[in-house]
């Protein structure tokens, strides 16, 4: 399954959820909601109760119609009947996991970099993700390393897919990396630590709508 639109992007995370909420809930929400996509993220969980969760959240994600990708862990894409996988620098590099993910996944590449992203671009990704838009306690990188929104403006010139931001982005500033030229935006705390997560999507989808 392609997306639509690439303009609101969940990334879940298990450690930033507003109170009562677990993550079913919110990408059943988000989904009801018109997320792009959904990436299932947890860096810490074993495998065992990372297919308990996917398979939940694949099954949420395929209901709604919205691609679901996995973070990082390519070889239990297939198992969960992912769309696709998303992973970083220092993770399987994009040919390879379309080798095992198969031809019709999408692949996803975090970038920091004009170079890094024209590499992982050539090495067959289907849509990059510039990694440290804004200042975030996601990704502790410290404020003069971050990419921000001219490395945004350089990479979605210098390639032909999808580039999204990630980082930092919430409603106030969502459209600026839209204006940057990215294709949409990859959200965690925007939507998951708002305990009504319909809003949240909603805002995004507005700060994102005159952007084609």
């Known amino acids: 399954m392609r997306p639509a639109s690439w303009k609101v992007y969940l990334v879940t ?4 959820m507003a109170p009562g909420l677990d993550v079913r809930n919110i990408v059943t929400r988000a989904c009801r909601a018109g997320v792009s996509l959904v990436q299932y993220r947890d ?6 109760e990372y297919m308990t969760v996917g398979r939940d959240l694949a099954d949420i994600c395929r209901a709604a119609g919205v691609p679901f990708i996995v ?17 970083g620098q220092d993770d399987m590099p994009p040919a390879q996991v379309r080798s095992i993910a198969g031809d019709e996944a999408i692949v996803g590449v975090s970038v920091t970099s004009v170079a890094q992203a024209v590499a992982a671009w050539r090495d067959g990704a289907n849509y990059l993700a510039v990694n440290g838009v804004f200042p975030t306690g996601t990704k502790l990188l410290p404020a ?17 897919i999808p580039v ?37 999507v909603a805002e995004l989808q507005a700060a994102t709508a005159k952007f084609v």
């Open 13 to 16: 995370d298990p450690l930033l």
């Open 43 to 48: 860096k810490a969980c074993g495998d065992d």
């Open 71 to 87: 973070n990082d862990r390519v070889f239990l894409a297939a198992r969960l009947g992912a769309d696709g996988v998303h992973v």
């Open 144 to 160: 003069g390393e971050l990419p921000g929104l001219s490395m945004v403006r350089a990479i979605s010139a210098a390639v032909p």
């Open 164 to 200: 999204l931001g990630i980082g930092g982005i919430n409603t106030a500033n969502a459209a600026s990396v839209m204006a940057a030229g990215a294709a949409g935006v990859a959200v965690v705390t925007a939507i998951t630590m708002r305990s009504d997560v319909e809003a949240a």
